[in-house]
């Protein structure tokens, strides 16, 4: 390959060969632009005159698995039909970068299968350029995401650590995309999102949520005629909150016999009955404490029966079935249960409206485990925005837990 070929294959075909040569490991080319093809990079007319030249180095794909570098003589001009004074244009140089523009999409393929380290390491630059090269990608292609065909949301908030402590998170229910991420929790957290969404013209039809006020509100606000769908796995975790609580004051209230039999019933209480272990004879462990205290027992069964809410032939049926839960559980008279009743009663449209759209915060629990795994792979981001950036492509599978 003759040395005009090589400089072609960088893009860099217009710029004339100076120099080639190995610099401890390290594959350099140098080149300058002929006088013949100056012109300007402002407006792009060839009457310029010369006011010297500045030389750049920027780093190009791999040659033979060393790392490569072109060094470019750019000369300064000045312009007579414009009158400007500016830098020729670098061959195939991204704008302000010191990397070409291959190098940079040669980052962007490698970052599917390797970490940032594995590729500085392997290219020979900074980890910092590689991250910012990913970061200028992913802003690109992902830092806007488009609210126009958006039909069904999940919203909820994650924990990030003692720093920034809570993100609020809003997702495309129908793809699993990170649509909007805003920092802190509540009604507050969700401000920017709705401005955006109103000037998208968005036909929002329902929202899944957990039962906060703030998000209730919030909503009712701003999508006052999209349906709002209470999550059902945020219920049956309060229900099951509310059954432990109920555990713990039986315990502390039980006499020595008792105590023995409740010691490591947690986890039973909280087990779906057909989820229990034959093996360690868990569902007869299980019956026997029930069958030693009634408010346990009471509160078992109702917490098993709660899930027949969402398996009713209709929406008629489920308003029966939950009023007539309520009602069981305030008859028992036992606080705890009655206060879940309340709260249930207190949500029932949102409940109810699950047989309108059956929806749940479901996707929006697998975007949080993948939230997670990405911020244990980097052991946290301190640079917020690029964290937040990895976040709206998580839903893209080249995009996962490399850091």
């Not at 794909?61 to 570098?69: E, H, R, S």
């Not at 072109?70 to 414009?82: A, H, M, S, Y």
């Amino acid at each position: 390959m003759s040395t005009k070929q090589l400089y072609r294959a960088f893009g860099c075909s217009h710029y004339s060969p100076v120099d080639c040569r190995g610099e401890e490991g390290v594959f350099v080319l140098e080149m300058e632009c002929p006088r013949e093809k100056e012109c300007c990079s402002g407006c792009g007319s060839r009457d310029v005159i010369r006011r010297g030249s500045r030389q750049r180095q920027v780093v190009a794909p791999p040659l033979a698995l060393k790392t490569t570098k072109l060094l470019i003589n750019v000369p300064r001009l000045e312009c007579r039909n414009c009158g400007r004074v500016l830098q020729a244009a670098t061959p195939n140089v991204m704008p302000g970068c010191n990397h070409t523009r291959p190098f940079a999409r040669l980052v962007v393929s490698l970052r599917a299968m390797m970490t940032i380290k594995d590729i500085a390491r392997y290219l020979g630059v900074s980890e910092s350029m590689i991250r910012g090269i990913e970061k200028k990608y992913l802003k690109r292609n992902f830092g806007k995401p488009k609210l126009k065909r958006l039909k069904v949301l999940a919203i909820d908030e994650i924990y990030i650590g003692k720093s920034k402590k809570f993100l609020t998170i809003v997702i495309d229910w129908t793809t699993g995309a990170i649509v909007f991420v805003g920092e802190g929790k509540g009604e507050k957290a969700l401000k920017p999102f709705w401005k955006r969404l109103q000037g998208s013209g968005a036909k929002i039809e329902a929202v899944a949520t957990d039962m906060s006020s703030a998000y209730y509100a919030a909503v009712q606000k701003n999508l006052p005629n999209a349906k709002l769908v209470f999550d059902r796995f945020h219920i049956v975790k309060l229900m099951n909150e509310k059954l432990d609580q109920l555990r713990r004051e039986v315990q502390n209230e039980a006499d020595a016999m008792l105590k023995k039999t409740i010691k490591g019933l947690r986890w039973l209480l909280l087990k779906h009955a057909d989820n229990l272990d034959p093996e360690r004879n868990e569902a007869q462990r299980l019956q026997e404490a029930l069958e030693l205290n009634r408010s346990l027992h009471i509160g078992y069964y109702l917490k098993e029966d709660l899930a027949q809410i969402w398996t009713q032939g209709s929406k008629a049926s489920a308003t029966i079935f939950l009023d007539d839960w309520c009602r069981r559980a305030r008859a028992t008279g036992i606080r705890v249960l009655q206060t879940m009743a309340n709260t249930l009663q207190d949500h029932r449209t949102g409940i109810l409206n699950w047989y309108d759209y059956p929806i749940s915060s479901g996707p929006m629990e697998g975007v949080n485990n993948k939230i997670g795994a990405l911020q244990r792979a980097a052991y946290g981001y301190r640079d917020q925005q690029y964290f937040i950036l990895k976040l709206f492509a998580l839903h893209e599978a080249k995009f996962k837990f490399l850091v």
